[in-house]
């Protein structure tokens, strides 16, 4: 008899193998041997039949014997009762037997138990070690196979109630492995049957039992109905999920079954105990195919909340609160961590699933991917993402990372779901840390600023929650990151570190010694770095508990090393160092912590020391001292020391400030000077009580004098007084004064007004006849100056009294005119290098700037820098109060007309020799007007006079401010280290505004923008009244040429700075919503009152609005630009910006038909202006509805009517900024666009119906169209730019075509046989073009044009052969023709050099496709250009001329 032997299951599940531990145990628990009583009396046909075969029979709990191999013994059985001429009905009795001797449980335990081989005479060779039970072997007879089946499973429910017996026997357990694994089931269908029927009565225990044994039992065939029944059982009681899970998982499904069953068991998720969660997830996992994989996963995604497996946050807080107490939480606490538990078993359920199946990782991706909104992201999403990365596979880790960052980068994935995560998984999470720490590096690394601070926070969290080896591993990682040297993750870490001291110092200084290991990298760093760096040294060091008291001793060390260098760089790190570490122990204590809360004395001894210790190091070099006096300042301004260390600092300053820089106005100054010496800038009225002046001209003077000598005597001098020092120690100096007084500087406020110690000005215009010292010195002299008068704005700028403001406006209206005066002198003095203002930076040897510096046209350039028209002082609005300065104002007049004719040097390229505004100067720009009574000294009246924020004073404020936000709120593209690192370092003279947050800066603007909105108006209004004075011209007689280059330029500035505060990207950011609403709020107020009510929508629809209203006035294109790109960037900010697209394009539309004339009556031109145009354009076609139509427009109609334009007016009628000049920048744009626009219409694919095709094509007839207007441009202008431009764009419009467009006309063209045909002839046209220019850039051998020529080739090649197999596909390749294609240049003449290269060109050409135009046609095409002349007709003739044709294709 044939027997088939069931093949075992590849995955038993969980639980079947538990079961399988629990037969092997019973079978090797043999009985012990006791005296066996044969049963002699009435003895069954069961009992004989079974000693014939070779099995004797034990009673108690002896184990039956046999006497041969099982094989044997069920032969012989079947034999007798074969043989026996009672059969069939001996079976009958042979069961009945059985059935007698197993009434009593010990028997019928021992014939469910293996039987014990017995070894007569010593002879094992019989008998193998291992047998079945006796049930087992009987079962293996096929002739009595069903009978026992029947048997045992009557005699089941007897046990089903008894627990385990004696040695943790089950019975129930074993009858039912009795079952599994038979050679073959006779009847497998009804003991199915029989099964499901016991399931459906049996106690929990067993029905897991037969359910897990089911696929160990059953023949393949029965697998899929068995599986139906087990489903519905699953949804009738879930508290059997795991066992039909794994019973499920082993059976052999077909595939639609598997989907109905995983289905089923998606549906009953949500109802599932969590600690059957993993199981199910494994079985939804492992249940995959290939091409539901993502459907699946997106489901399994929605349905898995793992929030809902977690205790809330307070309630973990309340027990951990009572397991603090010692109260006995022990029935909650293991609820809490199981929770953990189970979660854990899912993410390796998920893990494994992932590691094992590619299609799973990929489904995974791209269902986190496809998620778009903030509320629908999940802690399960984080997970995945640290499970994809842990796993080996490159792809998955890689795209992991990918994804990550594209959701933080668009703000998707934002902190607050990694807090949750950290906070209720930490134990889970603790699994995944060499991933988390993996993607917190990628982040950190990137050059992207918007990822970068979400990797800081997996760093912080990872610090924060994590064990001791964690937070080693984050400090470590974190400290090699600063040791990079890439901007901004050197300061991202630093900052990360920083807040990690001040929110764990006693962990932190476990690693301080890490930390210390960065001192010996500071090479890289940036004097901002080091400084931060320090801080958080000194903190942990020096801080109050002093836990890293360790490194004390180390930083001293380094402190002084470096104080003691003679290399600039050193000994500037050393002075930053000592000063932070004077902050950390200097700092105020609260009295708490301290006796009295004063300092110590020790630590005061120490202080004092290092203060005295780094003015003695810091006194023989000028640059040391102002960097130190700059440091101190800094210090007061941001830290809050001891009273007695600010005590410490400050009372000498003041003295030595008088003593050192100021000089009483008594007798004549005397000494010999380079310039005679004259008092200048002097704001004080009365000079009777005797005045004070800055000695500035005698102190330059002497500190040159010095160097000379010290150069020719190298011997060391004492203490030198140098102008340099003199504008940081007056920064410490008020600074100390606003501490002592609470912000009110009385006691210095005689510095703002007093004259200072100059020479005559008029010297700057004999500046050709002086000598290069002389012509040095001068420059010198200025720089001091206007620093000075910048650092005292600096200090009197927050004053309240009117006299105070008005003489700060002065003070600026000074700074104006001495740069105009400094632009000259410098122009006239190549290769001088000025006087440092900034000493934290790198030292600035050997940069020549005047040689290389721009000479200015006197004409604002559009980049918002620092460019003074030679204006005069602008104080004509101000009544000056000395005589001295009214001369200076009569002699400024009389110069005018000399200045408009010299040309001055710009200063953008000196901005690093100007000490740094402070933000508060700023509040300037809120003065508005300001009156003031007067005494006129001749007259005895009284004159009210006003004073107001002149036209170059704002321009001076606005440049500064836009350089500010520019460095502050516009994130860099990129902060990835230059190879060869630029000798200007972007941060020179921003070293105060480094240490505020973006946010600050953007609060101050916000609260600046009602003054701006002011100013802006103030522009508007002045050019809308200079416009009707001129009866609408700019370039009127009244026009003043000077102011109306001012006021252009703050009109400019002003829409850059509200554009730059607008373009913030800390505004997208949850938390910065209040701030936005706040500003968008300023600007709808203006025009509606009631900004307060109002929601987002509404402010910015009033805000474009309001700013919309500015249109009429706009000075110069690039103004019209900054106003486009504003009401772009403002439209933004709402949730619905395509509502204000059309409005954006139709005021790009207006200013580019707007003819753009300068003051002097010049039409504008220049690359300044080209780059404007080039930018206005874009805005225009991005914005526009329909960018082929707007194409076809400019191209169709601008262009022909510039062709067609007399020789007087070179520009197009509708398009006036379209001219010969601007024509390439047009060109290039419309390429560029079309180029953009076709990539974005959708891939044609064989389930659009008719009306989609139809739509598609249309949209693809219109772009061809408008690329061959544009390609047949070529032939009127025909300069390698365009020519360029044409080769490129065309490759890229090709490609497109190929990718896109080629799909489309496969399945179309059927239906739209005429429109594919017509579409094709018309690229067609435009193809052959582009193969000629081809020609034309090889004859020239121009290489710009060459380049792009083998790649385009390849494209118009790749396009004759789709061609042909797009006809191919409609059966229609008879229709197709091709020939070789002469080569022409741009004329059409034929080019006969080359033609050796003709049979490899052949095919490059442009087909016939399924029209078969005739060659003679193509020749007359190509000839029909003769001259420029009729270039424009072509233009035409092209565009609406049809040719003949002539179609074969069916």
Not at 792 to 812: D, P, S, Y
Not at 1359 to 1367: D, E, G, H, I, S
Request: hydrophobic share 40%; aromatic share 6%.
């Amino acid at each position: 008899m044939m027997r088939k032997k069931r093949r075992s299951s590849v995955d038993k599940g969980e639980g079947a193998a538990a079961t399988t531990t629990k037969v092997k145990k019973s079978r090797s628990a043999g009985g012990k041997q006791k005296e066996a009583v044969a049963e002699e009396t009435n003895e069954s046909v069961f009992g004989v039949f079974l000693r014939g075969a070779g099995v004797t029979l034990k009673q108690g709990a002896t184990s039956n014997e046999i006497a041969v191999d099982q094989v044997v013994f069920q032969k012989r059985i079947q034999k007798q009762l074969q043989k026996s001429p009672r059969y069939p009905g001996i079976v009958q009795e042979f069961i009945s037997g059985l059935e007698s001797h197993i009434e009593d449980p010990e028997r019928f335990r021992n014939c469910l138990l293996p039987c014990v081989p017995r070894l007569p005479d010593g002879d094992s060779s019989c008998v193998s070690s291992f047998q079945e039970s006796l049930l087992r072997m009987l079962l293996g007879i096929e002739m009595l196979q069903t009978l026992i089946i029947n048997t045992l499973l009557e005699k089941l429910p007897e046990f089903m109630l008894d627990g385990a017996g004696d040695g943790g026997l089950s019975i129930p357990c074993i009858i039912i492995n009795q079952l599994k694994w038979l050679d073959r089931v006779v009847d497998s269908k009804e003991l199915a049957a029989k099964l499901m029927e016991l399931v459906s009565v049996a106690p929990v225990e067993v029905q897991r039992d037969i359910i897990t044994s089911l696929p160990e039992i059953l023949e393949d065939s029965q697998h899929n109905d068995i599986a139906r029944e087990l489903n519905s059982l699953l949804q009738e009681n879930t508290q059997l999920t795991v066992p039909i899970l794994d019973a499920l998982s082993s059976l052999n499904l077909s595939s639609s079954l598997l989907t109905e069953v995983r289905g089923a068991v998606m549906t009953t998720l949500a109802a599932v105990q969590l600690e059957d969660l993993p199981v199910v997830v494994k079985f939804i996992l492992h249940s995959v195919s290939t091409s539901d994989a993502y459907e699946v996963v997106c489901n399994l995604r929605k349905k898995l909340e793992l929030e809902h497996c977690v205790l809330p946050p307070v309630l973990q807080a309340s027990q951990s609160r009572l397991k603090n107490k010692g109260a006995a939480v022990s029935a909650s606490t293991p609820a809490a961590c199981s929770s953990q538990d189970s979660i854990t078993l899912i993410l390796d359920g998920i893990k494994s699933a992932v590691r094992f199946q590619k299609t799973i990782s990929e489904a995974w991706l791209k269902a986190i991917e496809s998620v778009d909104d903030v509320e629908d992201h999940k802690v399960i999403d984080l997970l995945v993402l640290f499970i994809l990365h842990s796993t080996n596979a490159n792809q998955s880790r890689r795209g992991a990372e990918r994804v990550l960052k594209v959701k933080v980068r668009t703000g998707q994935i934002q902190e607050a779901l990694l807090q949750k995560t950290f906070r209720d998984y930490i134990q889970v999470m603790r699994g995944y840390f060499p991933s988390i720490l993996a993607l917190a590096q990628s982040l950190l690394h990137s050059p992207d600023p918007c990822v970068v601070p979400f990797g800081g926070h997996m760093y912080r969290h990872s610090f924060t929650a994590f064990d001791s080896y964690c937070q080693q591993e984050v400090v470590g990682s974190l400290v090699t990151h600063v040791c990079s040297g890439v901007g901004g993750e050197v300061d991202m870490a630093l900052e990360l570190l920083s807040g990690l001291v001040t929110e764990k110092p006693s962990e932190m200084a476990l690693y301080a010694v890490f930390v210390k290991g960065i001192l010996d990298y500071m090479d890289n760093l940036t004097p901002q770095q080091i400084r931060r760096l320090f801080h958080l040294l000194s903190r942990l060091a020096f801080g109050q508990q002093q836990q890293g008291a360790h490194i004390q001793d180390d930083m001293h060390i380094v402190i002084r090393k470096q104080l003691s260098s003679t290399v600039p760089k050193y000994k500037r790190i050393g002075i930053i160092g000592a000063v932070m570490i004077v902050g950390s122990m200097g700092a105020l204590r609260p009295k708490a912590e301290s006796q009295n809360g004063s300092l110590p004395q020790e630590t005061l001894r120490q202080v004092t020391a290092l203060l005295e210790l780094v003015q003695s190091s810091s006194e023989s070099s000028p640059e040391a001292a102002a960097l130190y006096y700059d440091e101190l300042a800094n210090l007061i301004l941001t830290s809050m020391l001891d009273p007695q260390v600010q005590e410490m600092i400050g009372k000498s300053v003041l003295d030595d400030f008088q003593e050192d820089f100021v000089v009483d106005l008594g007798p004549d100054i005397t000494g010999s000077f380079p310039f005679p010496v004259h008092l200048m800038y002097n704001l004080d009225e009365d000079e009777s009580q005797g005045g004070i002046a800055i000695n500035l001209m005698p102190l330059l003077a002497k500190d040159l004098q010095n160097k000379g000598e010290q150069q020719s005597k190298t011997k060391k001098a004492h203490k030198r007084v140098s102008p340099l020092c003199l504008s940081p120690f007056f920064r410490l100096l008020r600074l100390c004064e606003e501490k002592r007084h609470q912000g009110d500087l009385e006691e210095i406020d005689a510095l703002l007004g007093c004259s200072l110690v100059l020479t005559d000005m008029d010297i700057v215009e004999k500046i050709e006849s002086l000598s290069k010292a002389e012509r040095d010195f001068l420059c010198t002299l200025l720089f001091h100056t206007i620093n000075w008068f910048r650092e005292v704005i600096n200090a009197f700028c927050r004053q309240k009294e009117t006299e105070m403001k008005m003489k700060v406006m002065t003070r600026l209206q000074n700074i104006t005119y001495l740069q105009s005066l400094l632009e000259r002198a410098l122009a006239g003095t190549p290769g001088y290098v000025p006087p440092l203002a900034n000493f934290d930076g790198e030292s600035t040897d050997g940069i020549i700037l005047s040689s290389t510096a721009p000479v200015n046209k006197a004409k604002k350039d559009g980049s918002g820098k620092k460019r003074k028209a030679p204006g005069k002082n602008s104080s004509g609005n101000n009544s000056q109060l000395e005589e001295g300065m009214e001369a200076d104002e009569t002699q400024q007049k009389e110069k005018e007309k000399e200045k408009e004719v010299r040309q001055g040097v710009s200063l953008v390229s000196y901005r690093q020799f100007f000490r740094e505004l402070d933000m508060e100067v700023l509040s300037v720009l809120q003065c508005g007007l300001l009156s003031r009574s007067l005494l006129d000294s001749e007259l005895n009246t009284k004159v009210r006079e006003e004073v107001l924020l002149g036209p170059a004073e704002l321009v001076f404020l606005l440049e500064d401010m836009l350089r500010k936000l520019e460095f502050c709120l516009t994130a860099a593209p990129a902060k990835r280290a230059p190879f060869l690192k630029g000798r200007t370092d972007k941060s020179v003279g921003f070293s105060h505004l480094q240490q505020r947050s973006s946010k600050d800066i953007a609060s101050c603007c916000v609260q600046l923008l009602p003054a701006l909105c002011s100013h802006l108006e103030n522009c508007h209004n002045h050019f809308q009244t200079l416009l009707s004075e001129n009866n609408g011209v700019v370039d009127g007689p009244a026009t003043d040429i000077q102011e109306h280059q001012l006021m252009s330029s703050g009109y400019q500035l002003l829409l850059q700075v509200l554009n730059t505060t607008f373009s913030w990207s800390g505004f997208s950011q949850p938390g910065q919503r209040s701030l936005l609403k706040k500003a968008l709020g300023v600007l709808a107020e203006r025009l509606k009152e009631g900004g307060a009510e109002m929601n987002m929508e509404q402010l910015v629809k009033h805000s474009f609005k309001y700013l919309l209203n500015f249109r009429s006035t706009m000075p110069s294109l690039s103004t019209a630009l900054c106003l486009s790109q504003l009401l772009s960037t403002v439209s933004e900010r709402g949730g619905n910006p395509a509502a204000y697209r059309e409005q954006t394009a139709s005021l790009a539309r207006r200013f580019l038909s707007q003819e753009w004339v300068t003051a002097s009556g010049e039409k504008e031109r220049g690359n300044k202006f080209n780059e404007a145009l080039q930018t206005l354009l874009r805005v225009y076609l991005v914005h526009v509805d329909d960018i082929l139509k707007a194409v076809e427009e400019i191209a169709g109609e601008g262009i022909p009517e510039l062709l067609n334009a007399s020789k007087d007016d070179m520009s197009s009628a509708s398009w006036p900024t379209l001219n010969r000049q601007t024509f390439l920048v047009f060109y290039k744009v419309l390429m560029a666009e079309l180029e953009k626009a076709v990539r974005k219409i959708p891939a044609g694919k064989i389930s659009d119906n008719t009306e989609a095709q139809s739509e598609k094509l249309l949209t693809w007839n219109l772009a061809v169209r408008d690329f061959h207007i544009l390609v047949n441009l070529v032939k009127v202008f025909d300069t390698r730019l365009v020519l360029n431009v044409c080769l490129k764009y065309g490759r890229l419009f090709l490609e497109s075509f190929l990718k896109l467009g080629m799909p489309l006309l496969d399945y179309s063209f059927k239906r739209h046989k005429e429109d594919v045909q017509s579409l094709l002839k018309t690229f067609q046209l435009s193809t052959r073009q582009l193969h000629h220019m081809c020609g034309h850039s090889k004859i020239h051998q121009d290489t710009s044009l060459t380049n792009h020529v083998p790649a385009l080739k390849k494209s118009l090649e790749l396009f004759l052969y789709r061609v042909k197999a797009m006809l191919t596909l409609n059966n229609c390749q008879e229709a197709f023709w091709m020939g070789n294609l002469k080569n022409r240049n741009l004329k059409g003449e034929e080019i006969l050099s080359q033609r050796s290269q003709e049979s490899e060109e052949e095919e490059e050409e442009e087909e016939e496709e399924e029209e078969r135009s005739l060659p003679p046609q193509e020749q007359s095409e190509e000839e029909a250009q003769d001259s420029d002349s009729e270039g424009s007709k072509q233009v035409n003739r092209i565009e609406d001329g049809d040719q003949d044709s002539t179609d074969d294709s069916d």
